[in-house]
């Protein structure tokens, strides 16, 4: 199946073309990302202040009706107090740039964000005393950006898109002698986003701890470095035993699956419009596609309305969860009904599909407006 298909979900679903499943994880891909960096994720990150792994939930109901073993929901909703997978990144990120220096002083980071990479950034600075200076384009909500200055970082908006903000991250950087942490790689800029993707393991090293053992991981894209994350680590640990690693983007954000279609790292413009403002990127991050190009095994993109749909679905559940963090459960569910597709990816009753929940409600008023009820309402005080 080499060519993409439309499904009547609106997602659309393409095998990868440069899949290769028997190319060993060796020092090229140990370079970006290893067990063993993650090991050492794990020692810091479990260190912090309020660490605990964040829950892995059945979704029972799901998994009967998708015709599948079980479907685990890793809810990132509950890390720490950011309320998502992020926190893992961007703030370990930090904490390496200040022990490689020595220490905080003078130190002052800056990234661009569509609001959870730039909060777990500010609270990683705040933890080690570090100044953050963090970009927002035009559409990032008011909610979210301030959420990040809440953690005392100043919040500059800039015309355009995510892309358009990492440029101007970049440019005051370089004019002010200040640190880009950035969630994403460019020539000559990497060893960053590597801590920043690195720090993501600890997600899979909880989920196997948790017992999840997946034969099938349905993960959301935006520049592609989480699930380089999630793939590494089973690639790593189980080479070709590994589980299937399909990559979930918005329909209007789509540039991994863009990427897989035209056999390189390609870009997306435009306004990149999507309610799942964490995956509105239109350029992969160049260490993350390295990775995903010969290892992703498949990638689908989702209209909007599967992940509203996906949001409104897990409030019953008492799972409040954002746009963004919902898109790897949304896509598998709106393939999941299609034979073809189940049998491109060997989806059956045995399967074991893991979904990871990006992020809680991260903008309430949005999850609001999307689902009908309060966050807090849907997950009592811990929302
Ligand atoms: C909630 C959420 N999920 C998923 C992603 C995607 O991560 P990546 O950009 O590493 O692909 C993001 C990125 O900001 C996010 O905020």
């Known amino acids: 199946m080499s060519d993409a298909l439309r499904l009547p979900t609106g997602a659309t679903f393409l095998v990868n073309p440069a899949l290769d499943r028997d190319l060993a994880y060796g020092p090229e891909q140990r370079e970006i990302l290893s067990l063993d960096g993650g090991a050492a994720a794990y020692r810091a990150i479990s260190r912090?202040?309020?660490?605990?792994?964040?829950?892995?939930?059945?979704?029972?109901?799901?998994?009967?009706?998708?015709?599948?073993?079980?479907?685990l929901y890793k809810h990132e909703g509950r890390r720490f107090s950011l309320k998502s997978f992020k926190a893992l990144g961007g703030a370990y990120a930090v904490q390496r740039l200040v022990e490689q220096r020595g220490s905080a002083?003078?130190?002052?980071?800056?990234?661009?964000?569509?609001?959870?990479?730039?909060?777990?950034?500010?609270?990683?600075?705040?933890?080690?005393?570090?100044?953050?200076?963090?970009?927002?384009?035009?559409?990032?909500?008011?909610?979210?950006?301030?959420?990040?200055?809440?953690?005392?970082?100043?919040?500059?908006?800039?015309?355009?898109?995510?892309?358009?903000a990492v440029r101007a991250s970049a440019e005051a950087a370089a004019a002010n002698g200040w640190t880009i942490v950035s969630d994403t790689s460019w020539p000559g800029y990497?060893?960053?986003?590597?801590?920043?993707?690195?720090?993501?393991?600890?997600?899979?090293?909880?989920?196997?701890?948790?017992?999840?053992?997946?034969?099938?991981?349905?993960?959301?894209?935006?520049?592609?470095g989480l699930a380089a994350g999630m793939l590494s680590y089973y690639?790593?640990?189980?080479?070709?035993?590994?589980?299937?690693?399909?990559?979930?983007?918005?329909?209007?954000?789509?540039?991994?699956?863009?990427?897989?279609?035209?056999?390189?790292?390609?870009?997306v413009?435009?306004?990149?419009?999507?309610?799942?403002?964490?995956?509105?990127?239109?350029?992969?991050?160049?260490?993350?596609?390295?990775?995903?190009?010969?290892?992703?095994?498949?990638?689908?993109?989702?209209?909007?309305?599967?992940?509203?749909?996906?949001?409104?679905?897990?409030?019953p559940l008492g799972i409040a969860a954002g746009e963004s963090g919902v898109a790897g459960l949304a896509g598998f569910r709106a393939i999941a009904g299609d034979a073809r597709v189940r049998a491109a990816l060997g989806l059956g009753p045995h399967s074991r599909v893991l979904c990871i929940g990006t992020e809680g409600a991260?903008?309430?008023?949005?999850?609001?407006?999307?689902?009908?009820?309060?966050?807090?309402?849907?997950?009592g005080s811990t929302a």
């Not at 912090?48 to 073993?69: F, H, K």
């Not at 200076?133 to 559409?139: K, R, S």
């Not at 991260?362 to 997950?379: K, Q």
């Open 48 to 71: 912090w202040d309020g660490y605990q792994p964040t829950p892995l939930i059945a979704l029972e109901a799901m998994a009967r009706s998708t015709g599948v073993g079980a479907v």
């Open 105 to 164: 002083a003078g130190l002052t980071v800056t990234c661009a964000t569509d609001g959870n990479h730039g909060r777990a950034v500010a609270w990683g600075a705040k933890r080690l005393g570090v100044t953050a200076i963090i970009y927002v384009h035009e559409t990032v909500s008011e909610g979210r950006a301030e959420a990040i200055a809440a953690f005392g970082a100043e919040v500059r908006r800039v015309p355009g898109n995510y892309d358009d």
């Open 190 to 224: 990497d060893l960053i986003p590597r801590d920043v993707m690195q720090g993501y393991a600890v997600l899979a090293l909880e989920a196997e701890s948790q017992g999840a053992t997946p034969t099938h991981i349905f993960v959301q894209g935006g520049v592609g």
């Open 235 to 267: 690639w790593e640990l189980k080479g070709a035993q590994r589980p299937v690693v399909v990559v979930v983007e918005p329909v209007q954000a789509d540039c991994l699956f863009q990427s897989a279609l035209a056999g390189r790292w390609t870009t």
């Open 269 to 315: 413009g435009g306004d990149l419009d999507t309610i799942m403002a964490g995956l509105a990127c239109g350029e992969p991050s160049e260490l993350a596609w390295k990775l995903l190009s010969p290892g992703a095994d498949a990638f689908v993109t989702i209209p909007d309305e599967r992940a509203a749909d996906a949001m409104r679905d897990l409030a």
């Open 362 to 379: 991260t903008d309430p008023e949005i999850y609001r407006e999307i689902v009908g009820r309060d966050a807090s309402e849907v997950e």
